[in-house]
């Protein structure tokens, strides 16, 4: 019995150093990282210094634009430190960024949102695949997954762009997009008296 005993004991002195949280996968804001919610509560779960994580990320990313959504892999380990890994910013925003719009389209597939040529498409990619996730990816492939993604979003890849011809269209897709924020926020707005 006492054979037993020793063994359970030493399973417990085994098992108390098994850490079962889980990696923290969010977006920060560059350079903004604060210890209000979200990012405080995500954090003081995990019983990860706030403070110290807060200045920790905003000194490596200082160099940024600040209020670039970063994507953060947070794991924490059993002495109450942590591993931070920073990706470079989402697929969607570096395309958007590229094409100039704020948001993309609300029907995808029927609708042009933007556009970029091919070469932006390129460089986004030669970031893109720097990113942990990516490594093992070619560039063929980073850039069909781009291509895909920016068919999500509504922007068309062409080989050329007329800078005037696209401001122009840009100036166009704003009336657009004032009409869908408009009609939304009219859905919105009767969704709130049907069930007010």
């Known amino acids: 019995m006492s054979k037993a005993a020793g063994k359970l004991k030493t399973l417990k002195k085994t098992a108390d150093k098994i850490t079962h ?16 919610p979200p990012l405080g509560p995500m954090l003081g779960q ?3 210094n706030i403070a110290a ?7 490596k990313t200082s160099e940024m634009k600040e209020g670039v959504p970063l994507p953060c892999r947070i794991t924490m380990n059993s002495d109450r430190s942590y591993n931070l890994v920073i990706h470079h910013p989402p697929a969607t925003f570096l395309l958007k960024q590229a094409a100039g719009i704020q948001r993309g389209t609300m029907t ?3 609708e042009v949102a933007g556009m970029i ?5 390129y460089e986004i990619a030669a970031i893109k695949i720097q990113d942990p996730p990516n490594v093992m990816l070619t560039m063929k492939q980073m850039c069909e997954m781009l291509i895909g993604i920016a068919r999500t979003c509504g922007i068309k890849i062409v080989r050329d762009l007329d800078p005037t011809e696209y401001a122009k269209f840009l100036e166009e897709r704003k009336v657009i997009v004032e009409d869908q924020r408009r009609e ?11 069930t007010g």
């Open 108 to 110: 995808p597939g029927h």
């Open 53 to 59: 994580f807060c200045k920790d990320f905003n000194t």
């Open 117 to 121: 040529t091919l070469k932006h498409l």
């Open 184 to 194: 939304l926020q009219e859905k919105r707005e009767a969704k709130m008296l049907r």
């Open 21 to 36: 949280t889980t990696k923290l996968r969010t977006n920060i804001p560059a350079g903004m990282a604060a210890a209000g």
């Open 46 to 48: 995990r019983a990860i």
